[in-house]
């Protein structure tokens, strides 16, 4: 099995998950993580002080920084940043950092919010051990631009792109941004300091793009076109259905689509908005 995303955060969770086969982070990792000597730097307090978390959140997101790039195995690394990813993502009201500074108003008791982010990513470390399985395969996790992934011969293409909606936006740097920057310390990620969210610049991408993305779509079905396709979507995406499953017909003797009503729940237990959509299933083969 491959797996692959251009964005480094979500190749790192692949690589613990899905290349990793057998690597478990035993309690001699957990504790070398969890070492308490100060940090040898402060680029996450000096930053993100009164943007996300709090300032003992922040100072343990540095001196854990450090101690990953002490774990000498790339898998026990990968688990390490999937459970802290994880961790940052619970921390955080709404699980997006689009949204900083003081976020009391979000506070609706749960208990995810309570936690600080090192307690989070003790309960998470578990939940990442046992998430390890071996389906007997050597799997592969990349990072890497769809339309420059090496031509590998695959059965089956899972592809679960961004798409257009209609309103709002998709980009996932925006979304994210803490964890890529995260990721890699920030080294060779300037942050906007312009920004109240502490950005990075965002990573092109034509599914973002109107004027791109049916272009997009096509080439990326042509890519697969000797592999059997599943794409996920849904239906307050930008292009719509019928034209989806016009494109997919250029490259596919047969396209066949599943559907199923889903609804979304925004923000707190309090104050939720729902959207109802249906999201699809289109197989191509
Ligand atoms: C809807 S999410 C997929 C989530 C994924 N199914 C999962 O469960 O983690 C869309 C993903 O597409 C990635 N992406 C967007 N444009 C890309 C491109 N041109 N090449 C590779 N990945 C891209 C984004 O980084 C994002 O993680």
Redesign the pocket.
Known sequence: MIA????NF?SL??RATIANNKVHLDGKAIRRLIDGTPPAHNFIEQNFDGVFYTRDDLKFLDRISGNIRQLQDPYEQALAFAALFRSCLKRQPRGVFTISGDLSHYDDGRRDLRLSVEEHFLEQIEVYNNAVFDNGRRNKALR??????SNERVDLV?L????VPRSDD?C??KR?HFLEGLSCYWQGLPIDKTTKVKKIAK??????YRKEAVD?FDRMFGRFAKSKIAL?YSSNGFPDLDQLVELMGKHKSSVTVFEKPHRYHFGTHSKVARANVVEYLIVGQ
């Open positions: 692959s995303d251009f964005m979500s969770v692949a890497s631009d769809i339309f420059q992934l899972y679960d792109p961004p798409y998709n996932y740097t994210y990573r092109y991408t034509p599914f973002s997009a996920s």
